[in-house]
């Protein structure tokens, strides 16, 4: 054991924080009776010294290490009673990440000896304590400054003017063929003027990233030769994945992020604190489940062997603990504050919010995020899901939180596609759901619209596959979602078929333009707007590879300036992108903000509205911005071409800006006209100045 003089040290911050004469060390573990610190070499393959930590401060354990500096490597053995039934694993023969570590060192090796029960042992095997010392298989920590890093400003873009694009950070850059190649798939390529030069000239306003946070790789998915993609496996919340970073480490984030802010582009992390990489009881000790396991997760009342599993990944994290909740508030500020990240999505936000009697909007994690300086102006995200009793909370988060609609996405799909009996449902989705979020001071932009995203059909899958086609993951195609409201137009996959092609052309331009047409705030999944696709998978959680990666070489240029064409429509068209509901209420000049008209010209009728067979809308949209025009919206999901009458109301001509169809475009069309839309089309007009 070490002789070396320690001192008291302080009980914060948590995490390992250098100054000019050491390092602070404090670990919060409320159920442990005592911790040892261990230090290892600058790879961290020899573990070098081990310090006894004395003091504890109301449920912190704490020491300060004179000489000990940035670079320095190390990792915890937490001392406790090993009684799973009671909810506690503590086994310190495993080492411990610091759930507050900055940077990783080494790899997680899938040894037997990982687990702190014994692998093997018959019957109940999870309460037989293993005895192997775990530190050769597992990640370390460096002793990393907390250093500011940005200095630009955030963009700080108004919701109703955002427009965001998802995108794997890995992914998007691994097949860019004027990336080099040494740097593909990193940050430092992430800040490129490549990237920046794409996303600005779409009209692009935030880059929405799937999980940077460090996380592990499945052993299941390494035994089957494949790796965890996606990244939503969290091991160290503080810490990004190592795999993402080049030859410059962490800085390359900052630099990256501080590129794309010049570019005018906000970037928001897609965060994981409702789960870890742990597991459920049968899962691998690594951090967390050692250093505290009653505390830091929602363990099965009356049974707290086994976890409150309510995300479908063996464990819940305990955020109505109040060191798990600053925990994941402290790490919110340290992205916000050190790298500069502009928001944040929730992944299965509802788990966050959960208190033993189910899910509820006042929960504290809600309110501390509420009235935390460093994270306002922040943009908000709820995956309003999870998979616990009554997880499904789509409308139900407070204010200040925009929410993935997935309805949305369920109905655009469902009406594009021929399905009878949509209007209804269209028509409100297309308005920004005001039945889900207009009560209350919800805005708009509480939906977040999107019609494909990371889980799913790419937008030329669902265009061209009836049926997932996921073989590849290794589980007989029984993986991801069955009923993804998808159409191939009569050939499954690829074909030459000009006719399918076209119809898929179109399709993908009819749903893009609903997207970027709607009320609310549209979301664009990366490469959809040349073609990207991944072969019919829709669930490439585990293709680290051309199968997830954007492949640009699908390179659509006509698609990407419809896209372009889209978005500056909604940008210089302020009826689109209203910062309130719309109601039918009249402004100062007599005009409702929107009036629903059917293909006749006239007002719809209820009756018209409950016809299941009735697939035609017009709507007409009044500007927010008075020196802006009016916009005529006329939508056939039919399939066959109708003729419509141009409302009379409001504007005597109208000016077509757009035709998804492709023939009418600059054409002048009259109030109480004609005009043809042709089957499965969007029409947009303008009114004159």
């Known amino acids: 054991m070490s002789r070396r003089k320690v001192g008291v040290g302080q009980p914060h911050p948590l995490g390992a924080t250098p100054d000019s004469t050491g390092t602070n060390f404090a670990l919060f573990s409320d ?19 081990r310090i006894d930590i004395h003091e504890c401060t109301n449920g912190v354990w704490h020491c300060h290490l004179p000489g000990i500096g940035r670079g320095n490597v190390y990792g915890y053995r937490v001392h406790g009673p090993w009684a799973p039934e009671e909810g506690h694993r503590f086994n310190s023969n495993k080492l411990l990440l610091d759930p507050y570590a900055r940077q990783l060192v080494g790899d997680l090796e899938w040894d037997d000896a990982v687990y702190g029960y014994r692998i093997g042992a018959e019957g109940e095997a999870d309460l037989v304590m293993d005895d192997r010392d775990s ?28 427009i965001i694009y998802e995108a794997h950070a890995r ?24 990237v920046t030069e794409h996303l600005s000239s779409l009209g692009v306003t935030a880059l929405e990233l799937l999980p940077i946070h460090a996380f592990a790789q499945d052993r299941h998915l390494l035994e089957k030769g494949l790796r965890n993609y996606w990244g939503y496996n969290t091991l160290a919340f503080f810490a990004p994945e190592p795999n993402y970073l080049g030859q410059q480490g962490v800085e390359e984030i900052a630099m990256a992020v501080d590129r794309l802010h010049q570019a005018g582009i906000e970037v928001i992390l897609d965060v ?11 899962g691998p000790t690594l951090s967390f489940k050692g250093i505290d396991n009653a505390s830091y997760y929602r363990l099965l009342p009356g049974q707290p062997r086994y976890y409150d599993d309510f995300t479908g990944c063996g464990n819940a994290i305990n955020t109505d603990h109040p060191r798990v909740l600053q925990m994941v508030m402290d790490s919110l500020r340290l992205w916000r504050e050190i790298y500069g990240i502009d928001g944040f999505r929730f992944d299965l936000a509802v788990t966050l919010g ?20 460093s994270l306002q102006g922040a943009k908000l995200i709820a995956e309003p899901w999870d998979i ?33 009996g949509m209007l209804p449902a269209f028509a409100t989705r297309f308005a920004a759901s005001a039945d889900l979020y207009g009560e209350g001071t919800r805005r708009p932009w509480s939906s977040v619209n999107f019609i494909t995203a990371h889980d799913g059909f790419t937008l030329q899958d669902l265009v061209s596959y009836n049926e997932k086609h996921n073989e590849e993951n290794g589980e007989n195609n029984q993986d991801g979602h069955n009923d993804n409201k998808s159409w ?43 073609g990207n696709s991944q072969g019919g998978n829709n669930n490439a959680y585990c293709q680290d590879n051309e199968i997830g990666w954007t492949d640009w070489s699908r390179h659509d240029p006509e698609l990407q300036s419809f896209v372009r064409k889209l978005i500056d429509l909604r940008n210089n068209h302020s ?7 719309v109601t039918g209420a009249r402004d100062a000049k007599g005009q409702p903000d929107i009036s629903w008209f059917s293909s006749t010209g006239s007002r719809m009728a209820q009756e018209e509205w409950d016809h299941p067979h009735v697939k035609c809308l017009t709507v007409r949209l009044a500007p927010v911005n008075p020196e802006h025009t009016s916009v005529l919206i006329m939508l056939n999901a039919a399939h066959h071409d109708v003729d419509f009458t141009v409302p009379k109301a409001g504007s005597a001509s109208w000016k077509v800006l757009l035709d998804t169809a492709d023939d009418k475009e600059g054409a002048q069309i009259k109030a109480g006209g004609a005009v043809s839309v042709a089957a499965r089309s969007i029409l947009l007009a303008e009114s004159p100045q």
């Open 488 to 530: 191939n137009f009569g050939v499954e996959g690829e074909t030459d078929d000009p006719e399918i092609l076209a119809q898929r052309k179109q399709q993908k331009r009819n749903l893009l333009a609903t997207l970027l047409l709607s009320q609310g705030v549209p979301m664009i999944l990366a490469g959809d707007e040349f």
């Open 272 to 282: 994981v604190y409702n789960h870890t990489c742990e597991g459920n009881h049968l």
């Open 575 to 581: 009826a689109i992108s209203r910062p309130e509901f």
């Open 354 to 373: 959960r208190r033993p009697d189910g899910f509820t909007p006042d929960h504290a994690f809600f309110r501390a995020i509420s009235q935390d300086p």
């Open 388 to 420: 616990g009793p009554g997880g499904y909370q789509v409308g139900n988060f407070p204010p200040g939180f925009s929410e993935w609609n997935g309805d949305y996405r369920d109905v655009v799909r469902d009406f594009w596609s021929g399905s009878e």
């Open 31 to 49: 159920n442990a009776d005592g911790v040892t610190l261990c230090l290892f070499s600058y790879d961290g393959k020899r573990e070098i010294e």
């Open 135 to 162: 530190a050769p298989f597992v990640q370390k920590a460096r002793v990393t400054p907390a250093l500011p890093l940005v200095a630009t400003r955030h963009p700080r873009v108004a919701w109703p003017k955002s």
């Open 171 to 194: 992914g998007l850059t691994m097949l860019h063929p004027l990336i080099p190649d040494d740097i593909r798939g990193t940050f430092a390529a992430l800040g490129r003027s490549e």
